[in-house]
């Protein structure tokens, strides 16, 4: 068996090379699907986050406002609140999911899709978690198609696309630098544009992967 850890900033291509090695057979456990999995009303991590940052933070319908959470996040300074009370549950999830799957398939590959392996330990909200993965991915690409992707992405009639931009380079600088996560990874992704070439880096790391998992 084998865990390894999938990582890039905002904007990389992360779920697109995630979506590659599930298609290669890998099982791929989502920290953002988690995240938002458990940031929703009958769980323990929403009812901390109302409890924190307030009742102002949740929708008429009873779902977390994320815009305003972002706000005060990414805007407000406030994201290793935000983290401190996320990071833990999500990480704890995985960490059950993966038991499920090695217990079924000794020989499994899991790969743990995430943008904040890093940061996580860095701040302290996950203490030694980069460490506990046999294998590093880093998914990476120039930051200015990194914003486009995220502009792309998120453009909608309520917020112009300066906003949008300001959102994403906000959200990046609250990430640690690709260059500093580079010594650290056992393999790069390089995924700016070619996805032909993206996929083949994929198919290379994966045949590798696979390899090591029976050992």
């Not at 109302?50 to 949740?58: A, S």
């Not at 009370?85 to 059950?96: D, F, G, S, T, Y």
């Not at 904040?116 to 991915?137: K, M, N, S, Y």
Request: some cysteine; charged content about 25%.
């Amino acid at each position: 068996m084998l865990r390894a850890g999938l990582t890039g900033g905002l904007g990389s291509g992360k779920s697109t090379v995630a979506s590659m090695f599930r298609s290669l057979g890998a099982h791929v456990i989502e920290a953002d699907a988690i995240g938002r999995e458990l940031m929703s009303p009958g769980h323990h991590v929403y009812d901390e986050i109302v409890q924190h940052f307030g009742p102002d933070i949740v929708n008429p319908d009873g779902a977390l406002n994320r815009r305003l959470l972002a706000d005060l996040a990414f805007r407000q300074n406030r994201l290793a609140e935000l983290n401190r009370i996320v990071h833990p549950a999500v990480i704890a999830e995985q960490q059950r999911r993966a038991k499920r799957i090695f217990a079924e398939d000794s020989n499994a590959v899991v790969i743990v899709e995430s943008a904040l392996i890093f940061e996580a330990d860095a701040q302290g909200t996950a203490p030694g978690w980069r460490r506990r993965f046999d294998r590093l991915i880093l998914v990476t690409a120039p930051d200015e198609v990194k914003i486009a992707r995220y502009v792309s992405r998120m453009v909608d009639a309520a917020r112009s696309v300066g906003d949008i931009e300001a959102d994403a380079r906000a959200r990046l600088a609250a990430q640690i630098p690709d260059s500093e996560k580079v010594p650290f990874c056992d393999y790069i992704i390089i995924n700016d544009g070619n996805l032909e070439q993206t996929r083949q880096q994929v198919e290379r790391i994966f045949a590798e992967l696979a390899a090591a998992s029976r050992v």
